[in-house]
């Protein structure tokens, strides 16, 4: 089976207990790495990390648009088909995937789509092996739809008085910033104070050090540099809030501006620093739009009958309806009877 970064929480890369498989990792597989700048596309090897793609491909001021905290590989990324945190603007990685090379498991080479984007002559078989997690073969190169850099970005920690605020707000800014609007991220008290408990470097901004129970980071991107007639992205996030707040449109209790970079810090450090609660159990889920919330409130509902001594520390991509629902606990109070137990109410 194959095994790229071991950045996710998908566990078809993990070997069961027989001791009859073979793990296959792709470290290695970085032969191929061909840009197309008219076609702007990318054929690549399956085992570069994102990273490493995006940094080769800025000096041409393209990049590959799907945000993580974490670091990838490519074939990763396409057998998990993964989101990210601006998958509001750019959607997820099968949306950006124009062809495949795949090793089926009879040993045969099968190159699926290619460069060409308009290819409806029939069935287009690369879609059944994104997301599939190697069932149908293990991909060994891909073509990548690109995407301009964006040249212009503001950012801002917006802070809701409750849950029932925040889809109001993002409607609201889907009509006023339209395709502008390129992050809509959700991130819960507990898993904020897990970053700034654990990573020193953190910038806490919020009001005498108090977090919120709720905070939204909200991005405006442009691909275009600034010119003498084009308002600043800044002025502009902060006269849609301005404008929201005085018209009553929308609830917000607080809004935080400052360098994007330093607030993506905080979100990117959700990921990691969250394990350090205790015995993670975690969950990447998604729900129609607007099932996330309720899922949300009736789990909070629940669990303290349940689990007391157990936190929730969820954060995600709550404007395209995606969470990251993470239930932490102290090592000492788990059992097998316990684990057990908590499997079964979850599901």
Same mark, same amino acid.
């Given at each position: 089976?194959?095994?790229?970064?071991?950045?996710?929480?998908?566990?078809?890369?993990?070997?069961?207990?027989?001791?009859?498989?073979?793990?296959?990792?792709?470290?290695?597989?970085?032969?191929?790495?061909?840009?197309?700048?008219?076609?702007?596309?990318?054929?690549?090897?399956?085992?570069? $990390?994102?990273?490493?793609?995006?940094?080769?491909?800025?000096?041409?001021?393209?990049?590959?648009?799907?945000?993580?905290?974490?670091?990838?590989?490519?074939?990763?990324?396409?057998?998990?088909?993964?989101?990210?945190?601006?998958?509001?603007?750019?959607?997820?990685?099968?949306?950006?995937?124009?062809?495949?090379?795949?090793?089926?498991?009879?040993?045969?080479?099968?190159?699926?789509?290619?460069?060409?984007?308009?290819?409806?002559?029939?069935?287009?078989?690369?879609?059944?092996?994104?997301?599939?997690?190697?069932?149908?073969?293990?991909?060994?190169?891909?073509?990548?739809?690109?995407?301009?850099?964006?040249?212009?970005?503001?950012?801002?920690?917006?802070?809701?008085?409750?849950?029932?605020?925040?889809?109001?707000?993002?409607?609201?800014?889907?009509?006023?910033?339209?395709?502008?609007?390129?992050?809509?991220?959700?991130?819960?008290?507990?898993?904020?104070?897990?970053?700034?408990? $654990?990573?020193?470097?953190?910038?806490?901004?919020?009001?005498?050090?108090?977090?919120?129970?709720?905070?939204?980071?909200?991005?405006?991107?442009?691909?275009?540099?600034?010119?003498?007639?084009?308002?600043?992205?800044?002025?502009?996030?902060?006269?849609?809030?301005?404008?929201?707040?005085?018209?009553?449109?929308?609830?917000?209790?607080?809004?935080?501006?400052?360098?994007?970079?330093?607030?993506?810090?905080?979100? $990117?450090?959700?990921?990691?620093?969250?394990?350090?609660?205790?015995?993670?159990?975690?969950?990447?889920?998604?729900?129609?739009?607007?099932?996330?919330?309720?899922?949300?409130?009736?789990?909070?509902?629940?669990?303290?009958?349940?689990?007391?001594?157990?936190?929730?520390?969820?954060?995600?991509?709550?404007?395209?309806?995606?969470? $990251?629902?993470?239930?932490?606990?102290?090592?000492?109070?788990?059992?097998?009877?316990?684990?057990?137990?908590?499997?079964?109410?979850?599901?």
């Amino acid at each position: 089976m194959p095994q790229g970064a071991n950045t996710g929480l998908v566990g078809t890369s993990i070997p069961d207990e027989t001791g009859t498989q073979v793990v296959i990792s792709f470290d290695r597989m970085k032969e191929v790495f061909n840009v197309d700048i008219e076609n702007r596309s990318l054929r690549v090897s399956a085992g570069f $990390h994102l990273s490493e793609v995006n940094e080769r491909l800025s000096e041409q001021g393209l990049h590959f648009p799907i945000d993580f905290g974490s670091d990838p590989q490519i074939g990763g990324m396409i057998a998990t088909n993964t989101g990210g945190g601006r998958f509001l603007r750019y959607g997820d990685v099968r949306r950006h995937v124009l062809g495949l090379d795949i090793v089926t498991a009879i040993g045969e080479l099968a190159p699926l789509g290619g460069p060409v984007r308009k290819a409806n002559i029939g069935t287009d078989w690369k879609q059944l092996a994104i997301g599939s997690g190697a069932d149908f073969g293990i991909i060994t190169q891909a073509v990548l739809n690109l995407e301009p850099i964006a040249r212009q970005q503001s950012a801002a920690l917006v802070v809701p008085p409750n849950n029932a605020a925040i889809f109001p707000l993002l409607q609201a800014l889907k009509q006023m910033a339209g395709p502008m609007l390129s992050a809509f991220e959700f991130m819960s008290q507990n898993a904020m104070n897990a970053a700034f408990d $654990h990573v020193p470097t953190l910038h806490n901004p919020f009001a005498d050090g108090t977090v919120p129970q709720i905070a939204l980071l909200i991005e405006l991107t442009h691909p275009n540099q600034p010119v003498p007639w084009e308002i600043d992205l800044d002025e502009v996030l902060q006269q849609i809030l301005m404008t929201m707040w005085e018209n009553g449109d929308v609830a917000i209790k607080d809004a935080l501006f400052g360098r994007p970079d330093d607030m993506w810090a905080l979100r $990117h450090a959700l990921s990691e620093d969250v394990r350090t609660a205790g015995k993670l159990y975690a969950f990447d889920l998604g729900f129609r739009r607007p099932d996330v919330l309720a899922f949300r409130r009736a789990i909070q509902d629940e669990l303290p009958d349940f689990a007391p001594r157990i936190t929730i520390c969820d954060f995600g991509h709550v404007g395209d309806s995606g969470l $990251h629902f993470n239930l932490a606990g102290s090592y000492e109070t788990h059992s097998d009877e316990f684990e057990q137990g908590l499997g079964d109410w979850v599901v």
